[in-house]
């Protein structure tokens, strides 16, 4: 490995550890305020906020040009470029801000909820906020610079968390979570001015070189929100915003430990891999060495909640949500698949290759529309979930596929590379299944947090230790393993040293 190469890959490392603090940091607030939320309103309260955010978000992703990934992958892009990129934000933001407040009613009526209205414009206003927004932060994650990223999203994200508690508090209503959303939005804002030198102008020079290669991330855009909301807005037409309320909670508990792990790597990846994108070998390397150790991290935690879903939903969120422990289970089932493709389509960015990732995208949408639309009806939000996790190994078994043409890798390369995760998840799943055979547990607060208490750490040792017993008797070969334990040791020298 050349030495450029070297300190790309120690900067893309630097950064997804960055990245994943900020991440965490910023979900585990909102998991805690989600807890604490929980408590306070009713999931009727949840759901119409999610109604009317997916109501917005579609209309938005409709704009969404992909601005960010266009000045990234433009590693020379000139202060023309940027002004260019900033202006259309903000044309994006004044249109989406007139199409929801003129459309606002008509919404609230495909739902037949008149509190729509108003929810749908405050949203709007937000929208119309955020699109004023400094499009220089961008550089935090084009140079890997992603310290100055989590001090971005952490301010703003207290911000909205303070707010959106204080209100719920004295109002006991969906109002409060608005207020957060809308928090987040300004805070946001003056942030970006804050932080970044760069000052933006009008102008719209450069719109025709960025539509040449947005234009196939918009579509893009629209096919992933598409398929990432759309269950919100079948399950709300379906069943009403009670069960959209319990979907979304189930959804965010599930995805704590996995997407939201998982997506911070991707956002550091992407300027990595695009900056080794001409070395096919090197970029191969890299994948193979990121997809073992994400899916290691992962998977486990993904499939462990789903192990504690019961226990876990009444502790947590108490009485008033246990109908959402079946969508816990398998929403977080669905989560440990789909991060095995979660890199996947960061490299097909480097390479250029968005056209592709826009076939990918259509394909695995249109089966998860139909799929959810049948099942929805079929069996209302558990059958949403099951629509989710058969279309999530489905779009997961064509990326990856798809990947190992372009990388030139053998067709079955994640088998070969998950063997000690996928023993070591059969084990822990069994161990920890087996708790509920051999002791009995009530249903008093004490039972369940340590019942809770001990499926995890049953769970955790035994994954490990797994792991890491196969990992010495094939000869400790240069894996996620070593790279763990570099790691670990790297980091606790640190400490000691300081």
């Not at 303070?162 to 109002?171: E, N, P, R, V």
Request: net charge positive; aromatic share 12%; charged share 15%.
């Amino acid at each position: 490995m050349n030495a450029p190469a070297e300190s790309i890959n120690r900067r893309m490392a630097k950064g997804a550890g960055w990245s994943v603090i900020s991440r965490l940091i910023v979900r585990s607030l909102g998991f805690i305020s989600t807890l604490i939320l929980a408590r306070l309103l009713v999931p009727e309260d949840f759901g119409l906020v999610v109604v009317a955010t997916t109501c917005v978000g579609i209309i938005e992703v409709m704009g969404e040009f992909g601005l960010d990934t266009v000045l990234i992958t433009r590693q020379d892009a000139s202060k023309s470029v940027y002004d260019t990129a900033w202006t259309l934000q903000v044309l994006r933001g004044a249109v989406l801000f007139l199409l929801v407040f003129l459309g606002s009613e008509y919404l609230a009526s495909l739902f037949d909820d008149v509190r729509l209205v108003a929810v749908l414009n405050w949203l709007a206003l937000g929208a119309l906020v955020q699109g004023f927004a400094n499009i220089g932060i961008v550089e935090f994650r084009k140079e890997l610079l992603l310290h100055k990223e989590l001090i971005f999203q952490v301010i703003q994200k207290l911000a909205s968390f303070f707010i959106t508690l204080i209100f719920a508090y004295y109002w006991r209503n969906y109002w409060a979570l608005v207020a957060g959303i809308l928090t987040g939005h300004v805070i946001g804002l003056l942030l970006s001015y804050r932080m970044v030198t760069y000052r933006p102008s009008f102008d719209l020079s450069e719109w025709k070189s960025i539509f040449h290669f947005s234009k196939w991330l918009v579509i893009i855009n629209i096919l992933n929100y598409v398929s990432n909301r759309s269950d919100n807005l079948i399950i709300g037409s379906a069943v009403g915003a009670k069960w959209v309320g319990l979907y979304g909670v189930a959804n965010e508990v599930a995805s704590l430990p996995t997407t939201e792990l998982i997506y911070p790597i991707q956002r550091a990846l992407f300027p990595g891999f695009s900056k080794i994108a001409s070395d096919l070998d090197e970029l191969r390397r890299t994948y193979l060495a990121t997809f073992s150790l994400v899916v290691m991290l992962a998977a486990p935690l993904g499939i462990g909640i789903a192990l504690v879903a019961d226990p876990m939903v009444k502790v947590i969120l108490g009485d008033k949500w246990l109908l959402a422990i079946p969508l816990l289970e398998i929403l977080a089932i669905s989560g440990a698949f789909r991060v095995m493709g979660a890199s996947a389509g960061s490299v097909m960015y480097a390479l250029a290759r968005v056209k592709t990732v826009t076939m990918i995208a259509g394909v695995s949408t249109i089966t998860r529309v139909i799929l959810l639309v049948w099942w929805t009806h079929l069996d209302g939000a558990e059958g949403a979930a099951w629509a989710i996790l058969a279309t999530t190994i489905f779009s997961l078994i064509i990326s990856l596929s798809v990947l190992a043409k372009m990388l030139n890798l053998p067709l079955f390369f994640a088998i070969s590379s998950l063997w000690r995760t996928v023993i070591s998840l059969i084990v822990m799943i069994y161990m920890v299944s087996a708790i509920d055979h051999i002791l009995i547990f009530t249903d008093s607060f004490r039972d369940l947090v340590t019942q809770l208490t001990l499926k995890i750490l049953l769970g955790a040792v035994t994954y490990i230790a797994l792991h890491f017993l196969f990992w010495v008797l094939v000869g400790k070969p240069n894996s996620a393993e070593k790279r763990i334990l570099e790691l670990f040791f790297s980091v606790k020298k640190e400490t000691i040293t300081k």
